[in-house]
């Protein structure tokens, strides 16, 4: 059964870049056809889907933070990794990666999330 | 942004009660809908996706149903073990967007 599992420091300072990796176990990042996603959660706040990145490279974000994000993919580490610049406090959240498996339907391509990390909280202060 | 309404926020209910969650987007999604179950300090699991088809390995007693722009997640019987937090998420158009939450307590 696929794991995975973010990592990175938990505190960060204002204007800084979040830097957070997360390791895949249980199967190879680069087999089957999956998309591989980070999620956060403001506490006492709803999930915010964040990105995500197909092994080719290919990534789609979340426009409200496209301009601050990159995600990419070490298919050789078997990891997949986020940034996110220029961060303030409403940056502060528990941090969840996560897995899309992409399938067929009558009505074309269509991803839903399968599995999830247990998260990390990332808290941004000076 | 599709908006995505659950309701209630929170629910007070007792082991063998059938439980219902409604999630209701801000506009049509079809059938692409998943609801995930969440545990304090736990990964989010899996329970349904397409609306009503059940996960690999989720009790028969979690269901779900719907389509366009009202959907439900029903548990027949509740155990012990569905005390948590159950969430539904569109993805048929980004960004993907979640429901706040249905909290299910121990009544």
């Known amino acids: 059964q696929v794991q995975l599992q973010a990592s990175g420091p938990g505190l960060v300072k204002p204007s800084q870049t979040l830097s957070l990796t997360c390791t895949v176990s249980?199967?190879?990042?680069?087999?089957?056809?999956?998309?591989w996603s980070w999620i956060r959660q403001p506490a006492g706040k709803g999930l915010e889907w964040i990105g995500r990145?197909?092994?080719?490279?290919?990534?789609n974000y979340n426009p409200s933070l496209k301009s601050r994000v990159t995600i990419s993919v070490d298919t050789s580490k078997n990891q997949f990794s986020l940034k996110l610049s220029s961060v303030t406090a409403a940056d502060t959240a528990v941090y969840y990666c996560?897995?899309?498996?992409?399938?067929?339907?009558?009505?074309?391509?269509?991803?839903?999330?399968?599995?999830w990390g247990q998260g990390t909280l990332v808290t941004v202060s000076s | 942004d599709i908006q995505m309404t659950q309701s209630p926020s929170t629910l007070s209910a007792s082991v063998g009660d059938r439980v219902t969650v409604t999630c209701r987007p801000s506009?049509?999604?079809?059938?692409?809908l998943a609801w995930y179950q969440h545990k304090q300090g736990k990964a989010p699991k899996l329970l349904i996706y397409?609306?009503?088809t059940l996960e690999s390995g989720v009790p028969s007693r979690f269901s779900g149903s719907g389509s366009g722009t009202e959907f439900t997640l029903t548990i027949s019987s509740l155990q012990p073990d569905d005390f948590a937090t159950y969430y539904c998420?569109?993805?048929?158009?980004?960004?993907?967007?979640f429901g706040q939450g249905t909290k299910v307590e121990i009544k």
């Open positions: 996560a897995r899309e498996v992409d399938y067929f339907d009558s009505s074309g391509y269509f991803q839903h999330i399968d599995y």
């Open positions: 990145v197909y092994t080719s490279g290919n990534t």
């Open positions: 998420q569109q993805y048929i158009s980004f960004p993907w967007t």
């Open positions: 506009e049509s999604i079809n059938s692409w």
């Open positions: 249980g199967g190879s990042i680069n087999s089957g056809s999956y998309f």
């Open positions: 397409k609306a009503s």
